[in-house]
């Protein structure tokens, strides 16, 4: 049973910079891609950034590329989110995940692509 636990997020106005952390227990990161999604009160859950399982790659939805960047430490089993030049429009309760498949040959960025969940992390943005 793989367990996700996300950090990190608080209350930031705009302009401002979060480092969310997402540490996971049993073969995840090093074995599978991770990610991030972000849902924001009544909106669907969306795709953020997400990283390949080796590291190696990654893929990042195109409102926050340039600002936002998914890393990893495969040795702690941790994937991080540094979010720069926040937005209000960020505001929302980011969640990691754990792709399905292993060592995939691509970034995973589908909803459907991941099968562990965290509980999330809140991300308020202040204008």
């Known amino acids: 049973q793989v367990q996700l636990v996300e950090s990190g997020g608080g209350l930031v106005q705009a302009g401002g910079s979060l480092k969310l952390s997402c540490a996971a227990s049993?073969?995840?990161?090093?074995?599978?891609?991770m990610g991030w999604f972000r849902q924001a009160p009544g909106k669907e859950r969306e795709f953020v950034a997400a990283?390949?399982?080796?590291?190696?790659?990654?893929d990042y939805q195109y409102s926050v590329k340039g600002r936002f960047t998914i890393s990893g430490d495969i040795a702690k089993n941790t994937v991080y989110l540094q979010m720069n030049s926040l937005k209000p429009e960020d505001t929302a309760v980011y969640s990691c995940?754990?792709?399905?498949?292993?060592?995939?040959?691509?970034?995973?960025?589908?909803?459907?692509?991941?099968?562990?969940w965290g509980q999330g992390t809140q991300v308020t943005v202040s204008s």
């Open positions: 990283i390949s399982w080796n590291g190696g790659f990654a």
């Open positions: 995940a754990v792709e399905r498949g292993l060592r995939s040959p691509r970034v995973a960025t589908r909803l459907d692509d991941f099968g562990s």
């Open positions: 049993g073969r995840t990161f090093g074995y599978r891609g």
